[in-house]
């Protein structure tokens, strides 16, 4: 664990956040860089709780400031700026390959695996709605079926989490047959996979795609990832991977009609970050201009374009399906690409489209993962407040000593999530609606973890779920565990069908999280004593937050485990 | 000059323009680069005209398809390809610094030196828009003055031209002194030189303010150009810059209010294309986020970071000025940083703000120009198929014969320019306005350049403008020049003045110009040929695009000459 004079001054100054240099209403800081004195240094470090939990109080030379820093923190820096996951995390840059799974057809392919929902479930439920959003961020789309195929309707899915992006084809554009169109998809003619607008700078980092009729034959869609076939051409032809990472390529888009448009964009097919991470395809053989090159560049680049082109129609890499009226993709137009197959003129098709960004969405399902954590620490702070069941603590104060205990153990963040919140099944009101622990139902565990389970992946569900039945496997397999019970737990663990039987214990030790669940279990019965320093709920919350909505490719519109 | 064989056969035949390869309605590419055989070569080239200019013919193995290639087309790639002016015409990226003239204070200060226009001029006057959209390219802002001081004017402003980029602030925001502020935007402190919403990915290229209200005691605005600044820091610390190109930074805003906001964006300090060249800023104190790097990393980024805020405080950067009610400032938010000083909550400061994007702004400033050479071609068309004063050849074909033989002699491209154009004052309707040549009156060569000086730099403007007084000229200094004239020549030199006195003469051969008007001059007399091949005038719209509404940093409200 760091100590804070072993860390840059500059950083570790510029993340005070009392309230004198950040403003308390909106987290800005109110200094400048240039503000701090030169020769910033620690003029002196003491421990000291922050937040209730262990923490370090910093006294600055030569101005006199004085900071606070959770251990926590410090310890988090450590792990994120060595890791081999640097970056990965929701902290980290959600737009490069890094924060993607990546994948081919096959592997969306099975029952389930699509990330689908439906419109009323995604109106209705926060959790069906996360799921989703969370989804076009890491798969690069989601599909939502069922939404009423009205005129307009597309932007009224965009605003459900952003704004819409309004350019030279309007608003909303009309994919379908035109007279006189001012670009190829509004035809019926096939168009291989592509990005949108290339030659935009800002280039539109999401697309929806409404389908209101699609009763011609012909005119099937097609979903290719482009980060994954970037990542395939970097395994096998590295030279051109890095040459169209290297060369700015000229887009163009001329329409001559009406008011007109004249776009042009200079950019390189594959865009990385300056750390070399895979970050933003463009790709649309339409709209290429004039590249003026250096002959030796210019044969380099038509080399590794056609490579690169020929790679992304190989038919694994495609995801082949139909959109039915109602259906509606959202789709990162910065890395997937999109097909679609001839279509006659007879018959009718008829899809609306607008753009939006993945800023906007990002923040949506950022604010809901901050809605599920205020609904948290609100639980903890009213229903929380009551005493636990004859122990010296209250129930929040338990539960909150449970996780500093993990986390004081170095337990994962997952397991320490679990330590936190394994008693959340004993909160009324929203989290279960019933009336839990009057002394005869006693399905806590698995009430509480089911609810965790519209939010959290499985190593956090699971040794919630299990730490009961860790008290009955712990009192039968452990000799003399039985006598560390406080007085409450033996009269729950009688309630709770008392020790397990040798057959119950072996297939509990077999669980996949039943490890976990003796280690949450331990923490559980440590967790009641009235002088150790707790932490608040407040302490959790970047914890938690990194672990909502973990995401799987699991069907949205149900639960990751229920 | 290269023949087509010499160059990469993929990259020509990409730039293909026939029927088949190229929708004639809007210049889509109608094939696949994985279309184009195995083996492509060039199997035959033939000298050929193309579209009345010199070109050639190509025959391709092994598919037999046929392209044609002007050679001005095929000249300009050997130009634009290897010269040091790579990228830097309105063919490359207008988005890196290349493309920008860079500023400092100083430069803006002297009389007519702010890019400023009216807003009734602005909207009446395609030539002023133009050149105020320049502005912003070119400078990074212009200033609109005498905007209604009305409610969502800004939106109306940004229509002009664009469209609107919402955001969590509203399609709108109000820069005024809040209640409970989301941002310290919405305060009345002193906010120092930073880029709007760097949390936000892609980040929003152009704001607009527009001053409704500006009475309180404080509140002046700054404007200081980042790319300058990092220019600088490159110059004096190339350490640091390298160090700020190279480490993506975490921004974030959270707005914990009504619907609520958490966005965050990856991205240094300076960004910067394929090529090393400076292309986005990002600067803002208030928004940086935790930095999770090794401490290597995190003390060079630090130290690289306060360099470049103490060099952007810098006073001689920084424009100062104060916005008046109806003054509507446009600028660039991924180049200028903006500033203000504090100001007081009596007396009142109220701005509109909104956001939009460059790629419009672009690409309505490109249909501008095309609008002109539309013009322009209808004037050739139109006006330009009259007969010419008794010559073999119509005015049209007389002006493209001169820039034809501009171009065999390698005249730089404003000349050419002004071959073509430089009977323009001949020519009836919108041009002049008046009958011209009926024999008595003929300044066409003033009317000619006084029009041409909307859109066209002196370089263009003033050979046509002296091309009269070279023939006059030449008749004075050069024995036997005046045996060459035409029988029409001959007749308007009398209505045109006669030789010049050797006093004349002598001033003429002192102007900058004259030397250019000599050799248009010269042109201009062989350019009657009814033989002579004679391209057509979308031969030279590519020329004359590059050379429209050049800038310069004279105020935008007037011409560049006039």
């Known amino acids: 664990m760091p100590n804070p004079a072993s860390l840059p001054p500059l950083w570790l100054r510029d993340n005070c956040g009392c309230a004198d240099c950040r403003d308390p209403r909106n987290g800005q800081k109110l200094f400048q860089i240039t503000d701090l004195p030169e020769g910033l240094a620690v003029a002196a470090e003491n421990p000291a709780a922050v937040d209730g939990a262990p923490g370090w109080e910093v006294r600055w030379t030569p101005d006199g400031h004085v900071s606070r820093y959770a251990e926590s923190w410090l310890a988090a820096d450590v792990q994120q700026s060595t890791g081999t996951g640097q970056g990965t995390g929701r902290g980290g840059d959600q737009r490069t390959e890094d924060a993607k799974t990546l994948w081919r057809a096959a592997d969306l392919t099975a029952p389930g695996s699509l990330p689908t929902a439906a419109w009323a479930d995604y109106r209705a439920d926060p959790a069906v709605r996360l799921r989703t959003l969370d989804a076009v961020g890491r798969l690069g789309f989601a599909l939502l079926t069922g939404v009423p195929a009205d005129d307009g309707q597309v932007t009224r899915v965009a605003e459900t989490f952003g704004y819409v992006r309004e350019t030279n084809y309007g608003r909303i554009f009309e994919v379908r047959i035109e007279e006189n169109p001012s670009n190829l998809a509004f035809t019926g003619e096939r168009i291989t996979p592509h990005t949108d607008n290339p030659y935009r700078d800002p280039v539109p980092t999401l697309q929806l795609l409404h389908c209101l009729v699609n009763s011609a034959e012909g005119g099937d869609s097609g979903l290719v990832d482009g980060f994954a076939a970037a990542a395939l051409l970097r395994e096998e032809d590295p030279a051109a991977f890095e040459t169209l990472t290297r060369i700015p390529v000229p887009f163009r888009f001329a329409d001559t009609s009406g008011g007109g448009a004249e776009v042009t964009a200079h950019r390189p097919l594959i865009g990385t970050d300056p750390r070399g991470r895979i970050r933003e395809i463009r790709f649309n053989n339409r709209s290429i201009g004039t590249l003026r090159l250096p002959a030796d560049d210019t044969r380099a680049f038509y080399t590794a374009y056609r490579a690169f082109a020929r790679l992304l129609l190989r038919p694994e890499l495609q ?95 997952a397991l320490v999530a679990a330590a936190v919140l394994h008693d959340l099944g004993h909160f009324h009101g929203e989290v279960t609606g019933h009336d839990l622990m009057e002394g005869t139902d006693n399905r806590h565990s698995h009430t509480g973890a089911d609810w965790l389970a519209q939010w959290f992946g499985p190593a956090v569900t699971e040794p919630v779920r299990l730490h009961v039945a860790a008290k009955r496997y712990l009192c039968a397999v452990e000799p003399g565990y039985f006598a560390l019970l406080s007085p409450a737990s033996v009269h729950t663990l009688a309630v709770q069908g008392g020790p397990m039987t040798p057959a119950e214990a072996e297939q509990f030790a077999a669980h996949p999280y039943g490890a976990d669940a003796v280690r949450l279990r331990r923490w559980d019965e440590a967790a009641k004593d009235p002088q150790a320093l707790t932490p608040g709920f407040a302490h959790f919350r970047p914890l938690l937050a990194e672990l909502l909505a973990p995401g799987g490719t699991a069907s949205l519109g149900v639960g990751a485990v229920a």
């Open 319 to 413: 995801l082949d399906f139909r959109l039915a009226p109602g259906d509606c993709l959202i789709f990162d137009n910065t890395r997937l690409l999109h097909a679609r197959t001839a279509f006659a003129s007879s018959g009718g098709r008829h899809l609306q489209g607008c753009y939006a960004d993945l800023d906007g969405l990002f923040s949506t399902a950022a604010v809901l993962r901050r809605g599920v954590l205020d609904q948290l620490a609100d639980l903890f702070a009213e229903q929380g407040s009551a005493e636990y069941f004859g122990e010296d603590v209250t129930q929040a104060q338990h539960m909150l000593q449970a996780g500093a205990l993990a986390q004081a153990e170095g337990a994962p963040p």
